[in-house]
């Protein structure tokens, strides 16, 4: 039962079974020192056990139908907070404390949130995500295989991704298209000692940018790559044990952070 009729553009498949609801929960670890951010949180299936286990929740919402039932069913609740907005709009890096993030996220915003909740990684503990299963795929790949790329080693980067239970898409309505799955991603308190985060971005993105390319035909030519510097650099990186005739799928974190490093020492020299 939906209490509007659902928008597919906003990412409406709204989850109906309490055994998953329970386990979304419990999987956030919860005590009332904590508070909650809840993106989209739809019809409140997740909200009110949120409330009841945290100190206090953050809903974000952006349909104005599903702020005003929210607002109806759920506004007795003391430590309950609806706003009603865009949660890629929400000024994170503000809040007063470190947050724990709970949401079944509306899929075609995963990637840019995920993002903009990194950015703010100062202000955040811990998300539980439920996530599209390819996309949960992905964020938690190990070096090697088919899944891994520039998502898994942003994301890795920044937090231990470890994904926790398969949601068959029967657990849903309207039922969509994919499974999904929930991961929970622990942040670090001191991401992998890189000089300076934005040019880790940087490297770790043009290293992927020609897939299936070496990291030599990848960075020539790349932002990351004064022009006169590239038979250095590329010597220099053989020295260290990284060969550039290797693909940037085969990288692991520590070795993406190590070649950021050498390209960071040498671009000016
Ligand atoms: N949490 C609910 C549940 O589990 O049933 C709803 C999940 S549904 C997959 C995604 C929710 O995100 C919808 O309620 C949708 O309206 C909301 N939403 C979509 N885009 C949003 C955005 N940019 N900011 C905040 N909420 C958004």
Redesign the pocket.
């Known amino acids: 039962m939906t209490v509007v009729p659902p928008?597919k553009s906003?990412?409406?498949?709204?989850?109906?079974d309490e055994n998953i609801v329970s386990r979304i929960v419990r999987s956030a670890a919860l005590t009332k020192d904590d508070t909650v951010i809840?993106?989209?949180?739809?019809?409140?299936?997740?909200?009110r056990d949120l409330a009841e286990a945290a100190g206090s929740v953050i809903a974000?919402?952006?349909?104005e139908r599903?702020v005003r039932h929210l607002r109806e069913t759920l506004g007795g609740l003391p430590n309950l907070r609806v706003v009603s907005?865009?949660?890629?709009a929400f000024p994170y890096e503000s809040l007063p404390g470190r947050v724990k993030v709970v949401?079944?996220?509306?899929?075609?915003?995963s990637t840019p949130?995920i993002t903009k909740l990194l950015d703010a990684h100062d202000k955040i503990s811990s998300m539980i995500l439920?996530l599209q299963k390819e996309v949960a795929e992905r964020i938690t790949a190990s070096p090697g295989g088919r899944d891994y790329g520039y998502m898994s080693v942003m994301v890795q980067f920044h937090a231990q991704a470890e994904s926790l239970f398969v949601v068959p898409k029967q657990a849903?309505t309207p039922i969509p298209k994919v499974d999904s799955a929930v991961v929970r991603l622990s942040l670090r308190d001191a991401p992998a000692g890189v000089s300076d985060p934005a040019f880790f971005e940087r490297v770790v993105s043009a290293s992927f940018s020609k897939r299936r390319k070496t990291l030599k035909n990848s960075l020539k030519n790349s932002v990351v790559m004064p022009p006169d510097k590239f038979g250095l650099m590329m010597a220099r990186l053989l020295e260290a044990g990284i060969d550039p005739s290797r693909r940037a799928e085969t990288l692991s974190l520590p070795e993406f952070v190590m070649m950021t490093e050498i390209l960071f020492e040498n671009r000016g020299l």
């Open positions: 928008r906003l990412g409406q498949n709204f989850l109906t809840e993106i989209g949180p739809g019809q409140g299936i997740l909200t974000i919402e952006l349909d599903l907005g865009d949660a890629l949401a079944n996220l509306p899929y075609y915003i949130i439920m849903f």
